[in-house]
């Protein structure tokens, strides 16, 4: 039972390190480098601060899907009960499934958000800060991190959905 909780609060507190850290980008990072003073440096800001992000929501995802699975496992749903089409038409593994789509579908947009996208548009802002391929890829970034952020919201929805039915 303590390993249990344990898993639970470690589960829960890496979902509000990873969901805070959106909002907290969101909300204050981005309009904050709106500001005459940080402007300047505002694509050197996102290069080192997103690849810290980035580290860190890697992990993040691991940790939680570790301690998912050993929930999941100390549930009663073993292995050997995840595989069975059974479990997947049950109103829990329709509620998971739910989960698991959009964890992996988080994934890929995050991979594609945080390798590619993500790096690019920093080094357009610094390089060439008024171009129109920097505001084409700013905007492109923007969008795909509000994808990642309605995955998230999604992802918790069913999350307590999972616990509550
Ligand atoms: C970004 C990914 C994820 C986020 C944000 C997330 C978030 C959460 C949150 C907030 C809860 C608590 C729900 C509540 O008590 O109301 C929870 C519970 C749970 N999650 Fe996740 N989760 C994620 C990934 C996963 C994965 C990959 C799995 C399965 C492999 C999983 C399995 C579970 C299970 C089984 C519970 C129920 C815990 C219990 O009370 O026994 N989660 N999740």
Redesign the pocket.
């Known amino acids: 039972m303590l390993l249990y909780k344990a898993s ?1 609060f470690i ?2 507190l890496s ?1 509000m390190f ?2 805070g850290g959106m909002l907290f980008t969101i909300f204050v990072i981005v309009p904050s480098l709106k500001h005459p003073q940080l402007n300047p440096s505002r694509g050197d800001f996102f290069t080192i601060m997103g690849k810290y992000f980035s580290n860190i929501s890697w992990a993040l ?1 691991i940790i ?2 570790i301690t ?2 050993y ?2 496992t ?2 009663g749903y073993s292995w050997e009960i995840l595989i069975t089409s059974k479990f997947w038409h049950s109103h829990f593994g329709f509620i998971l499934a739910h ?2 789509i959009y ?1 992996a579908l ?1 994934l890929i947009v995050s991979g594609i958000h945080d390798f590619w996208l993500g790096p690019k548009t920093a080094m357009l802002i610094q390089q060439q800060p008024d171009s129109a391929t920097t505001t084409r890829y700013r905007k492109l970034t923007r969008r795909i991190g509000q994808v990642n952020f309605i995955f ?1 919201l999604l ?2 929805y069913y ?2 959905s ?3 039915g």
Do not use: E
């Open positions: 639970v589960h829960i979902a990873w969901m995802f939680l899907l998912g699975y929930q999941l100390y549930r989960k698991l964890f988080m998230g992802i918790v999350a307590l999972l616990v509550r």
